[in-house]
């Protein structure tokens, strides 16, 4: 029973453990000459308030897999970020998966980076 409950604990703290992402070609490079990109942020207030975001895509090529991959390793420079809002909306309640896919389309977002940096993108009201 004991060699049970462990097996089930390693799977869990095996499911919640980190994914990365290396979105350039050839082998891992020391973290201060890639920049860092969080591919989710959590939602500042609530999530009927503030959305939250997901990555989906940089430079057009999916971002690991989406929801799961904690950040991104990317070249230096100018980047395309394809980004979903995370956010319950009353319409979210009354059609679902449906409404989110027609309402809540992908945004895409340009920025530079920095080796040794590290990027969050937040949602910010009023832009």
Same mark, same amino acid.
């Given at each position: 029973?004991?060699? %049970?409950?462990?097996?089930?604990?390693?799977?869990?703290?095996?499911?919640?453990? $980190?994914?990365?992402? +290396? +979105?350039?070609?050839?082998?891992?490079?020391?973290?201060?000459?890639? #920049? !860092?990109?969080?591919?989710?942020?959590?939602?500042?207030? =609530? !999530? *009927?308030?503030?959305?939250?975001? %997901?990555?989906?895509? !940089?430079?057009?090529?999916?971002?690991? #897999? &989406?929801?799961?991959? #904690?950040?991104?390793?990317?070249? /230096?420079? $100018?980047? $395309?970020?394809? &980004?979903? *809002?995370? +956010?319950?909306?009353?319409?979210?309640?009354?059609?679902?998966?449906?409404?989110?896919? %027609? *309402? =809540?389309?992908?945004?895409?977002?340009?920025?530079?980076?920095? /080796?040794?940096?590290?990027?969050?993108?937040?949602? !910010?009201?009023?832009?």
């Amino acid at each position: 029973m004991a060699r %049970i409950a462990m097996l089930v604990m390693a799977m869990l703290v095996a499911g919640c453990a $980190e994914i990365t992402f +290396q +979105q350039y070609p050839g082998p891992a490079r020391p973290d201060a000459d890639v #920049s !860092i990109v969080r591919l989710w942020t959590a939602r500042t207030k =609530n !999530i *009927f308030v503030t959305p939250g975001l %997901i990555v989906e895509k !940089i430079d057009g090529v999916e971002a690991g #897999s &989406v929801g799961r991959t #904690s950040h991104a390793y990317v070249l /230096p420079g $100018e980047h $395309e970020f394809q &980004v979903r *809002f995370i +956010q319950v909306k009353g319409y979210h309640l009354l059609c679902g998966a449906l409404c989110d896919a %027609i *309402f =809540n389309k992908p945004k895409l977002v340009k920025a530079a980076t920095l /080796p040794g940096h590290v990027y969050t993108l937040r949602y !910010i009201d009023g832009c």
